[in-house]
Protein backbone atom coordinates (compact mmCIF):
# COMPACT_ATOMS: atom_id res chain seq x y z
CA UNK A 1 0.00 0.00 0.00
CA UNK A 2 1.08 3.54 -0.92
CA UNK A 3 1.02 6.37 1.58
CA UNK A 4 2.03 10.35 1.58
CA UNK A 5 3.33 11.43 4.84
CA UNK A 6 3.85 15.63 4.59
CA UNK A 7 5.69 17.35 7.38
CA UNK A 8 7.33 21.02 8.16
CA UNK A 9 4.26 22.96 8.47
CA UNK A 10 3.95 25.41 11.62
CA UNK A 11 3.31 28.76 12.82
CA UNK A 12 5.53 32.17 11.22
CA UNK A 13 5.00 35.11 11.00
CA UNK A 14 4.27 37.29 7.45
CA UNK A 15 7.10 37.84 5.12
CA UNK A 16 8.29 35.03 7.02
CA UNK A 17 9.22 31.39 5.00
CA UNK A 18 8.64 27.74 5.73
CA UNK A 19 9.35 24.42 3.75
CA UNK A 20 6.94 21.28 3.26
CA UNK A 21 7.93 18.04 2.10
CA UNK A 22 5.92 15.33 1.40
CA UNK A 23 7.62 11.33 0.78
CA UNK A 24 5.45 8.69 -0.78
CA UNK A 25 6.47 4.95 0.22
CA UNK A 26 5.31 1.84 -0.43
CA UNK A 27 4.57 -0.94 -3.47
CA UNK A 28 5.64 2.10 -6.19
CA UNK A 29 6.89 1.81 -9.29
CA UNK A 30 6.46 4.76 -10.67
CA UNK A 31 5.00 8.53 -9.58
CA UNK A 32 3.74 11.30 -12.66
CA UNK A 33 3.09 14.31 -10.94
CA UNK A 34 2.80 15.62 -7.58
CA UNK A 35 0.93 18.24 -6.24
CA UNK A 36 0.27 20.54 -3.50
CA UNK A 37 -3.30 21.80 -2.25
CA UNK A 38 -4.45 23.47 0.03
CA UNK A 39 -7.76 24.07 2.14
CA UNK A 40 -9.37 26.44 4.72
CA UNK A 41 -12.56 25.29 6.83
CA UNK A 42 -16.17 26.68 4.69
CA UNK A 43 -13.84 26.63 1.77
CA UNK A 44 -13.50 24.11 -1.13
CA UNK A 45 -9.66 22.77 -1.38
CA UNK A 46 -7.74 24.58 -4.47
CA UNK A 47 -4.20 23.71 -6.19
CA UNK A 48 -1.00 25.26 -4.87
CA UNK A 49 0.96 24.04 -7.51
CA UNK A 50 2.00 20.63 -8.96
CA UNK A 51 5.32 19.30 -10.97
CA UNK A 52 5.47 16.35 -13.25
CA UNK A 53 7.39 13.53 -13.26
CA UNK A 54 9.74 15.44 -15.59
CA UNK A 55 10.01 18.55 -13.83
CA UNK A 56 7.24 21.10 -15.07
CA UNK A 57 5.68 23.18 -12.97
CA UNK A 58 2.14 24.84 -12.47
CA UNK A 59 1.18 27.79 -9.65
CA UNK A 60 -2.09 29.31 -8.57
CA UNK A 61 -1.46 32.78 -9.47
CA UNK A 62 -1.78 34.12 -6.36
CA UNK A 63 1.52 32.17 -4.88
CA UNK A 64 3.73 32.58 -7.63
CA UNK A 65 6.79 34.56 -7.25
CA UNK A 66 6.56 33.34 -3.37
CA UNK A 67 6.56 29.51 -3.85
CA UNK A 68 8.67 26.92 -5.25
CA UNK A 69 7.79 23.17 -6.00
CA UNK A 70 10.29 20.59 -6.66
CA UNK A 71 11.01 16.46 -6.20
CA UNK A 72 13.90 14.35 -5.69
CA UNK A 73 12.49 11.14 -7.67
CA UNK A 74 15.26 9.52 -6.23
CA UNK A 75 13.76 9.98 -2.16
CA UNK A 76 9.94 9.62 -4.19
CA UNK A 77 9.15 13.27 -2.08
CA UNK A 78 8.09 16.34 -3.15
CA UNK A 79 8.61 19.58 -1.61
CA UNK A 80 6.69 23.16 -1.31
CA UNK A 81 8.93 26.30 -0.63
CA UNK A 82 7.11 29.14 0.68
CA UNK A 83 8.59 32.58 0.74
CA UNK A 84 6.78 36.05 1.73
CA UNK A 85 4.10 34.13 3.42
CA UNK A 86 0.84 35.79 4.32
CA UNK A 87 -2.00 35.52 6.68
CA UNK A 88 -4.13 34.76 3.38
CA UNK A 89 -1.82 31.43 3.32
CA UNK A 90 -2.57 30.24 6.24
CA UNK A 91 -5.07 26.39 5.70
CA UNK A 92 -3.96 22.98 5.74
CA UNK A 93 -2.00 21.92 3.16
CA UNK A 94 -2.37 18.70 1.33
CA UNK A 95 0.02 16.23 -0.59
CA UNK A 96 -1.27 14.69 -3.69
CA UNK A 97 0.24 12.15 -6.26
CA UNK A 98 -0.37 9.91 -9.02
CA UNK A 99 1.28 6.45 -8.53
CA UNK A 100 1.89 3.42 -10.51
CA UNK A 101 2.03 0.41 -7.85
CA UNK A 102 4.12 -2.56 -9.12
CA UNK A 103 0.98 -4.69 -9.16
CA UNK A 104 -0.18 -2.49 -12.33
CA UNK A 105 -2.41 -0.17 -10.63
CA UNK A 106 -2.52 3.61 -11.12
CA UNK A 107 -3.86 5.52 -8.37
CA UNK A 108 -4.50 8.98 -6.88
CA UNK A 109 -3.35 9.46 -3.34
CA UNK A 110 -3.63 11.98 -0.53
CA UNK A 111 -1.53 13.10 2.41
CA UNK A 112 -3.70 13.33 5.98
CA UNK A 113 -2.67 17.44 5.39
CA UNK A 114 -0.42 19.97 7.70
CA UNK A 115 -1.36 22.97 9.10
CA UNK A 116 0.61 26.11 8.18
CA UNK A 117 -0.10 29.26 9.95
CA UNK A 118 0.72 32.54 8.94
CA UNK A 119 0.30 35.39 12.08
CA UNK A 120 1.72 38.00 13.91
Known amino acids: QVQLVESGGGLVQPGGSLRLSCAAS????????MGWYRQVPGKQRELVAD???????NYANSVKGRFTISRDNAKNTVYLQMNSLKPMDTAVYYC??????????????WGKGTLVTVSS
Open 51 to 57: ITSSGST
Open 26 to 33: GSIFSINA
Open 96 to 109: NADILSWSGDGMNY
